[in-house]
């Protein structure tokens, strides 16, 4: 995330938490189990959703400007978790390492989301899930996907890399995970690139 574009971030999420993401992110953190990472954590919008249970939280953050307003949000708050810098590309963990893996808004920023997945795939423990929320292309063949394809390179420089045109669902299946849950919205008071989300649950195969 460009450094200039971490302190306006939540303000410019805020009309879309406030429509439709609060109440996803809370029905997806309510599937987490056990030793959690979060991915790409940002400036911590999901921190209050987890569910109380959580108690082993790790938050990965490589960017520097998303990583301090983290820190500051966790240092004035009462969650307890370690923060991590690395990228989703190398990730620092043994294998078959947590219960539950969780992406939310992050898998169009990664520039080799194959891999991050890949990594991903790797540190769940065999039966673990990983709980996703993502933004991407809008049905082929309509006028919103052409319009995605148009702005996405100055979109890309001006919302730290970030893709319009990524299809989540089909990335997550390419990686070998299997998708048990899925569904499709419209992301309300979002600008109309980036309305088309998908959010849901994949598991590692036993
Ligand atoms: C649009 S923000 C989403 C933040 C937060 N997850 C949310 O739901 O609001 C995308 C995040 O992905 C992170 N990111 C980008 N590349 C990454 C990578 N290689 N590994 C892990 N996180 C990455 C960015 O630093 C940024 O914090």
């Known amino acids: 995330m460009s450094w200039f574009f971490a302190p306006f971030y939540d303000r410019f999420m805020r009309a879309s938490e406030e429509a439709c993401l609060i109440s996803w992110r809370k029905e997806l953190l309510a599937k987490a189990s ?7 954590a940002g400036t911590g919008a999901n921190l209050d959703s987890y569910p109380a249970h959580i108690q082993d939280l790790t938050l990965l953050e490589p960017d520097n400007a998303m ?9 004035s708050g009462s969650f307890k978790a370690t923060i991590c810098a690395n990228s989703a590309t190398e990730l620092p ?12 808004l992050v898998l169009c920023s990664i520039p080799d989301q194959h891999r991050a997945l890949q990594e991903i795939k790797r540190v769940l423990k065999p039966g673990g899930c990983f709980l996703f929320l993502e933004h991407g ?25 970030c893709r319009l045109t ?4 089909k990335d997550i299946e390419g990686s070998g995970l299997i998708i048990e849950e899925i569904q499709r919205e419209s992301m ?3 600008l109309p690139i980036t309305r088309p989300t ?4 994949a598991r590692k195969a036993l």
């Open 198 to 201: 998908v959010r849901g649950l």
């Open 67 to 75: 990583r301090g307003l983290l820190e500051k949000r966790i240092a």
């Open 188 to 190: 309300r008071k979002a």
């Open 34 to 40: 056990g030793k959690t990472l979060e991915i790409g």
């Open 93 to 104: 963990f043994p294998d078959n390492h947590f219960d539950t893996v969780l992406c939310t």
């Open 137 to 161: 292309a809008a049905p082929e063949d309509s006028s919103r996907l052409n319009w995605q394809r148009r702005l996405e390179p100055l979109w890309k420089i001006f919302a730290g890399g």
């Open 166 to 169: 990524r299809r989540a669902d």
